[in-house]
């Protein structure tokens, strides 16, 4: 195996990046990252230079696909391989970003006259247009107590697939009625490698991630998507959606989706007949990427927004998770994801309006003791995902005092989002979904040591850290060998094939001090008083972010 | 009277103002300051050098001769009179700032060994050191049901007069034993000026003011202080504290105390013979030197913190009020005191934490509409005075999200305060008491035209200002004038006098918006929803404030 490499294809916000993976032992062979040519389009639309409304963010189809190759030659080049050298290939992507296309593949945006047309663009994960349409489906699955809706915490979100879909029927239906297929741009990705390029796709090969559709699309292994009824009670023209409009089998990541078609060998200077992973949702790729293939460990994708994955043998439902889905995460596990909207970008915003760098507040507040000299603070700056799933919440300080100084605020904020964490790790446990062990990955645990320290007092647990900073890619690339594995050597277990590329540090461990997670005891819940949904501050917070 | 001068002796708390005030129009002919020579005595104590607990702040009594004789000499040289020509001297002073002297008025502090013990030298109002004391104090009236604790709203303060007492007694019973007269400063002041100076001062001379007692130390006209009976049951030997450590008579401010002794006429560089009036409590003067002698005219005087006060012609027991005193700030009313801890300190905190000036921070909150775009604080930096009288209390922001801006937090920090008083208008209201005007004082008016508008708004009630920016000296000089005026004229009323020597602005008065009006009242609502003391935000501000 020592020349054999899997490559992950990660596909971000701005731009796609793509790793060279050495099969023996996870090392990165080579990388290369390449900028979306029109990036995020927030602000006026190509093509016409018409205006976008500011909640609207579209991507262009065509960049992903010249940005991947790009990537992908730089990459191999890079690192000095053969393009026999390569075994697999694994696809992690944003989501949901989601476009409209034709049964070739086509995406209706680069065709006339839709690419005057904003509705016919690919939607970013983060477009938030479809608020009306969100709270329309909310709305109507509540009061016909579908099934499905507990899976996700009694609530879907603003941006996920089917109000992205809706949004189109009630704004351009022209647009929906021109689109024979929608798809999630991970999936549209690897029927681009496993059946095109556009317009030589057949929908009859698309292979729409598990993933993609149990977290963003309300899909379900054991009774699929919503059924038509309800689809028909949200829109009587949305009846059909999936029947007609939503073509291809399910898979779980790191299954087969295909091999690489010549065509598409030829764009990313690779060898045709490459097996081809189902796709999977960017952070979810970090739980592989983090070397986490057991039950029971939470990965915890700290960044400007924080995710926390794992993978459990039972399933259970439980407030405000963004969702439970079999085979969501890996083949075989239920996959819980649980989220929490503001965490770096907290810190961020409190660093500017105190006008003082993380280093400065960092090396103050680590002098403090739990309890930040008496300031406690609320960390919803954007609102509360797991488990109150409530965007109207908003963010607090309490306990200020004429002498209360800029690292009493950070620390605070660093403790707030400490216990939001435990407060989901709690809500799952008393859910009953074992959470036994932490690794954590993601730009913050190298930047923030404190941070760190504090989530495993907080916790009372120790933390690890995954060894990879780019776990995520990583990830991708490692169910690219999975999908490529029963043709290169017999069948290893999925355990064994993670452990192989993918591990936790060895020299940095988190651990508790017993003292610290005592004091933290009576601050947690103290926090959780004041984090009451039903409670004077929450009903404040949502009247102040109401009002005219 | 266009040759008649009155003088007005301030006591700040770093130095003594003297203002030569004009009989017929007030105007201020001239005026100078001078620094106590030690200041605040908060760190080492001055001959031993021994350091001080934290919570002490103490003063040295001498400094206020000293200080006082050359603002005198310096005032009445500026203004360029005669000493014939000055007809009355009144005195404010801080309070509860005490003192523990000898019969002859002689400060025990200046008499060996008792300059080396701590508790032998005045205590400045911000003394803090008699925490235990106030506890006692409050829970011995509640278990008894004294009278006299609802004309405080229910609770008597750390700062106040028993506790520095019982203070002594606690901690040095030699130093309680040794004091033959316990008295307020500004009333010791006042001793020296028509009996002394020390040790010339006879005790049957002690003319204590009712503003001073009624205030800080629970007497009131009807019933004098409280009962031998409560003070032994606080301590046994308190009991006779009144009787045996207590001499001298008690009169409103502004009626005569007595005239200047040769000897204090010479030290401040006037004419034996001048009558001098009974002092008052800095802001209280504030009063009369607002212009203001009518009942039902809130006087606001704004600064680092406020104080709220007015008389009336009714007596009502309201929650939280710092005191309901009759004579308490003018002869013939109920005097009413209400308060709010941190106002201009709060900002001048929130201004150093954000690095921004407010100069900057005014601009800028001042495009902003009603709501600080979703920001809510609660202005408890320094805790409640008024109405909930809890120290315990402290600030909070509510409504924060990753654009919340400078300026959102430093409207939200003046709204917090305008809702504060609002809330003291309506207890007030509430208890029967009748609210009908507001006249603004203090430093804070002038330099922020932002906050005033907003109190407008908030109240809904037009806000006029004090002509003099020295309000408070300027009232010390009226009531010097009360105090002579049946010598130099026949008896005019009150109200005509302080008419004659003070003014509200006529060329700027704050009038409220509706619109502002109509949005601030439900934001009033939130902060009062927030501000629920026995709500969860206070509960948990209580026990952050209490953990070790």
Same mark, same amino acid.
């Given at each position: 195996m020592d020349g054999q490499f899997s490559l992950g294809f990660d596909f971000g916000t701005e731009s796609v990046r793509v790793l060279v993976v050495r099969l023996r032992d996870g090392h990165i062979a080579g990388q290369a990252a390449c900028a979306y040519p029109h990036g995020v389009i927030d602000n006026t639309l190509p093509v016409s230079?018409?205006?976008?409304?500011? /909640?609207?963010?579209?991507q262009n189809a065509r960049d992903w696909l010249d940005s991947a190759a790009i990537a992908s030659k730089a990459a191999t080049a890079a690192a000095g391989i053969a393009p026999t050298d390569v075994v697999g290939i694994g696809v992690d992507f944003t989501s949901c970003t989601m476009l409209p296309c034709d049964s070739n593949g086509a995406p209706l945006h680069l065709k006339p006259p839709f690419d005057n047309i904003p509705l016919a663009w690919p939607r970013l994960w983060k477009h938030h247009g479809a608020k009306a349409e969100t709270d329309r489906i909310n709305q109507v699955a509540r009061e016909r107590k579908e099934p499905w809706l507990d899976r996700y915490g009694?609530?879907?979100g603003l941006e996920w697939f089917f109000p992205k879909v809706l949004e189109t029927l009630n704004h351009d239906p022209l647009v929906y009625e021109a689109t024979e297929v929608w798809i999630e741009a991970g /999936?549209?990705?690897v029927w681009q490698l496993v059946s095109g390029p556009y317009p030589h796709c057949n929908p009859a090969d698309i292979v729409r991630s598990t993933c993609q559709a149990g977290y963003k699309a309300m899909w379900n292994a054991a009774t699929?998507?919503?059924?038509p009824d309800y689809f028909s009670a949200v829109h009587p023209r949305l009846a059909d959606v999936v029947s007609r409009r939503m073509p291809g089998t399910l898979e779980a990541p790191g299954q087969r989706a295909g091999r690489l078609t010549a065509r598409a060998a030829k764009l990313l200077g690779l060898e045709e007949g490459i097996p081809v992973a189902t796709a999977i949702i960017d952070a979810h790729a970090g739980v592989p990427g983090a070397g986490v293939a057991d039950e029971s460990t939470m990965v915890l994708v700290l960044g400007t927004s924080s995710c926390h994955m794992m993978n459990s043998t039972v399933e259970r439902l439980a407030p405000g998770i963004a969702g439970v889905v079999q085979d969501g995460i890996l083949p075989g596990y239920f996959g819980y994801e649980t989220g929490?909207?503001?965490?770096g970008d907290a810190f961020g915003w409190l660093a500017g309006l105190?006008?003082?760098?993380?280093d400065q507040l960092t090396a103050r507040a680590a002098q403090l003791a739990p309890g930040s000299g008496g300031v406690l603070a609320l960390d919803w700056l954007g609102g509360c995902r797991t488990p109150l799933m409530d965007g109207r919440l908003s963010g607090a300080f309490v306990g200020l005092t004429l002498t209360t100084r800029p690292e009493q605020l950070?620390?605070?904020?660093l403790e707030a989002t400490a216990f939001g964490l435990r407060w989901i790790v709690e809500t799952l446990r008393e859910a009953g979904v074992p959470?036994?062990?932490f690794v954590a990955s993601g730009g913050l645990p190298a930047k923030s040591p404190l941070l760190m320290q504090i989530y495993a007092d907080v916790l009372g647990e120790e933390i690890r850290l995954a060894e990879s900073d780019q776990a995520v890619a990583l990830g991708a690339a490692i169910l690219g060998r999975i999908a490529a594995d029963q043709h290169v050597r017999r069948h290893p277990s999925l355990a064994e094939t993670i452990g192989e590329m993918a591990r936790q540090r060895q020299d940095l461990v988190y651990r508790p001090h017993p003292d610290a997670t005592e004091k933290y005891k009576s601050l947690y819940a103290l926090y959780r008083s004041l984090a009451d949904s039903n409670g004077t501050m929450a009903r404040v917070m949502r009247e102040m972010r109401e009002r005219p």
């Open positions: 230079g018409a205006k976008l409304p500011a /909640d609207y963010a579209l009694g609530s879907i /999936d549209w990705f699929g998507y919503p059924t929490q909207a503001s965490v105190l006008n003082m760098s993380h950070y620390r605070a904020m959470v036994r062990r």
